[in-house]
C-alpha cells in the first residue's frame, strides 16, 4: 500500500505542484507589473497562459481535439489568431462585461467537446477555438493595459509562441503515444472539471 501511494505522488508530482502554485501566482507573469522592456514581454507572454490555469486547461484541451484530426495545425492557428485580436482590443480599453465568466464556460464546453473523440466535425471545434481565444486573449490584454508598443509586440510574440507549442505540441503527443486509448479522454474531463469550478466561483462573484 505504501509503495503504491508513493507511486502515485511520483507519477502526479508535477500535477500536484501546479495544482497548488496556479492560485496563488495565476495572472502575474511579472508580479503585477507591466513588462518594459522586449524581453519582459516575450517571457510574460509566455508565462501568462501557463501560470493562469484555466487559461492553461483551456489550451492544453484543444490539444486533445486537435489530436483527433488529421491536420493538426488549423486549431492552433485559430486560437492564437483570435486571442491576438481579443490582447489588442483589450490592451485598448475594449470592456467585455462578464468575461470571466464566459472563459470558464469556454473551459467546460471545451472538455465536453474533447470527450466525443473523432466523431465530432472540425468547424464546431474552429468556433470554439475562434471565440474561446478571444475571450481568453481578452484576459492576456487586460493583465498589461497601459503597456508601450515595443513589449506589447514581444508579448504577442509569447502569446502566440505558447499557443501553438502548447495545442500543437500535445496534440502531436496524443497521437503518437496515446492514440485510440481512453487516457487524453479522461483528462478532458478532469478540465472540464476545472472549467466548471471556475465558473462557480465567478458566478458566486455576481451574486
Known sequence: MLALTSNFFKKNLVLIFFLISFPAF?????????PQNFLNGILSGIAHPIIGFDHLA??????????????????????????????????????????????????????????????INIYFPIILAS??????GYAFGQSVVGIEASPLIAYLIGIALIGFV??????????????????????????????LTYF????????
Open 58 to 119: 483551456f489550451i492544453l484541451t484543444f490539444g486533445i481535439i486537435a489530436s483527433y484530426f488529421k491536420n493538426k495545425f488549423i486549431l492552433p492557428l485559430y486560437f492564437i489568431t483570435f486571442s491576438l485580436i481579443g490582447t489588442i482590443l483589450s490592451v485598448n480599453f475594449l470592456v467585455v462585461p462578464f468575461s470571466e465568466l464566459i472563459i470558464s464556460l469556454s473551459i467546460i464546453i471545451a472538455g465536453f467537446t474533447s470527450l466525443y473523440d473523432k466523431r
Open 131 to 136: 471565440g474561446g481565444g478571444f475571450f481568453h
Open 26 to 34: 495565476a495572472h502575474h507573469p511579472m508580479g503585477g507589473a507591466l
Open 200 to 207: 462557480i466561483e465567478n458566478v458566486e462573484t455576481l451574486i
Open 166 to 195: 502548447l495545442i500543437f505540441g500535445s496534440s502531436f503527443l496524443i497521437t503518437k503515444y496515446y492514440h485510440l486509448t481512453l487516457k487524453p479522454r479522461f483528462v478532458g474531463a478532469i478540465f472540464t472539471g476545472v472549467g
